[in-house]
């Protein structure tokens, strides 16, 4: 099982609990062996749905060879992610799934050493390093939607692609070349890895090719360490090789790698599927696809460059990011294990319990969300915001594990959305983007065909 194989490889794990410990919650243990695992991965939001109106908002569930406990709601949120009382491990909660192929990343770290790593990291997304990346999006994005006029695409291949060449400029500093299609089948492989429902690397399974991408794109970003260290670059990879940590010390050659595997995974795979449900909705919200263009157009860019210094000017086009992170968050569940008991609803979990909030859950309760299922950038202007729960929406996560990057990615979203609606109007087919795998990062069954017609 999983579960125990990663407790029995990192000693200052807690135990594993026998299940009966969890007996007094409600829930179900599912199949023999699988648990729920596959009903899960076949309709996520569905199986948390029916959870829900069974047992509340608290209940137990078994998947991916473990036993564990969700918890549901704002409240549950801001408990497990604020976490002031420092007792759930995001290292413990995420390792399971993540330790094979992305061991050491940042959200594989807790307390102290991740509040140091994340200190040291952090020199990369100062605003003039910021600066740098929003001239090289606007130059990599205007390169390539050129290129797509008249076109129909299938809109999430064409992003991935563009985001894997975002992420080589503005991350690793160089065009990736040839090279690109073999780093970024890589990260596909890590990811995928990541849900397998077969936890061991055997020889013909996704985790095996997870692990032997691993091992690749170490090798890659080792071989590149030395140049960098004594060379000027303003990329990511560039300022975390110069980094240093509080010691005045510079980072580990293996933490950068750990570090970059990661962050690169996290910030392309999740940009894919948020521009993706984006670019979905304001092509069946027309209207909102107006009100964007307008404020895109009012800036006064001739080709849809939008200067770092003018962002924050483009305030719808948040807003409707935002309620699409809302209506699809990329990352739907966030796992942690509680390293001292506690109590939630009314029930006493224990010490060593793998704990789940669930984004996707929170982000459509119509207590917080009137009508759910309704596209309303509105929702997030200051007036309508006000009062709101403050984790009802954590499509970043929350408290000292929010998202590092998510500057970033709001960012690259509103420099792509600028050059997209400046030069084209976006039109779906009907039914396009109806159905999406959920797990282990949203993405349309169809691959979201858009045609971009020019203005």
């Not at 140091?116 to 740098?132: I, N, Q, T």
């Not at 990736?176 to 429902?197: H, M, R, T, W, Y």
């Not at 309620?323 to 390293?339: D, F, G, K, Q, Y």
Request: charged share 20%.
């Amino acid at each position: 099982m999983a579960h125990a194989h990663t407790l029995a490889a990192n000693p200052h794990w807690l135990p594993a609990n026998p299940p009966s410990v969890l007996k007094d919650i409600p829930g179900s243990r599912g199949l023999p062996f699988v648990g729920n695992t596959f009903a899960v991965l076949k309709d996520p939001i569905g199986f948390t749905n029916r959870m829900a109106a069974k047992h509340g908002p608290v209940y137990r569930n078994r998947t991916f060879g473990g036993d564990g406990v969700i918890l549901l709601g704002p409240d549950a949120n801001e408990l497990v992610l604020f976490d002031k009382e420092k007792n759930f491990s995001s290292e413990q909660g995420w390792g399971p799934i993540l330790n094979l192929v992305f061991p050491r990343g940042l959200m594989l770290m807790d307390f102290e050493k991740h509040r140091a790593d994340r200190k040291a990291l952090s020199v990369a997304f100062k605003p003039e390093p910021m600066r740098h990346y929003a001239a090289e999006l606007n130059t990599g994005i205007a390169g390539q939607v050129g290129a797509w006029a008249n076109r129909t695409l299938p809109f999430y291949s064409a992003i991935k692609a563009l985001s894997l060449d975002l992420a080589a400029t503005s991350f690793l500093g160089v065009p990736l070349g040839p090279e690109a299609s073999k780093i970024n089948q890589a990260f596909v492989d890590e990811v995928q890895a990541s849900v397998s429902p077969v936890r061991t690397p055997l020889p013909g399974t996704s985790m095996r090719r997870g692990v032997k991408a691993r091992e690749y794109l170490v090798d890659y970003f080792t071989r590149e360490i030395p140049g960098r260290r004594n060379g000027s670059g303003q990329d990511f990879f560039s300022q975390f090789c110069r980094a240093t940590d509080e010691a005045g010390q510079p980072l580990a050659d293996d933490a950068i790698v750990d570090h970059m595997n990661f962050l690169m995974m996290a910030a392309h795979d999740t940009i894919t599927s948020s521009a993706t449900s984006l670019i979905m909705l304001l092509g069946k919200h027309v209207d909102w696809q107006e009100k964007l263009r307008e404020e895109v157009l009012g800036l006064g860019s001739n080709d849809g460059s939008v200067p770092y210094e003018q962002l924050d000017r483009l305030v719808l086009t948040e807003w409707a990011f935002k309620e699409s992170l809302r209506l699809m968050p990329p990352v739907p569940s966030i796992p942690r294990r509680a390293l001292r008991e506690f109590t939630f609803g009314g029930y006493r979990i224990p010490a060593g319990t793998f704990v789940g909030v669930n984004t996707a859950y929170t982000h459509h309760m119509a207590e917080y969300w009137p009508d759910p299922e309704r596209f309303d950038p509105t929702r997030f202007s200051p007036e309508a915001s006000k009062g709101r729960h403050r984790f009802a929406w954590v499509p970043f996560g929350g408290g000292a594990h929010m998202c590092i990057g998510l500057h970033f990615a709001t960012m690259q979203i509103r420099i792509l959305i600028a050059h997209l609606l400046s030069r084209y109007r976006i039109e779906l087919a009907p039914g396009a983007g109806a159905d999406w795998q959920i797990f282990p990062i949203p993405r349309p069954k169809d691959g979201l065909p858009v045609t971009f017609k020019p203005l």
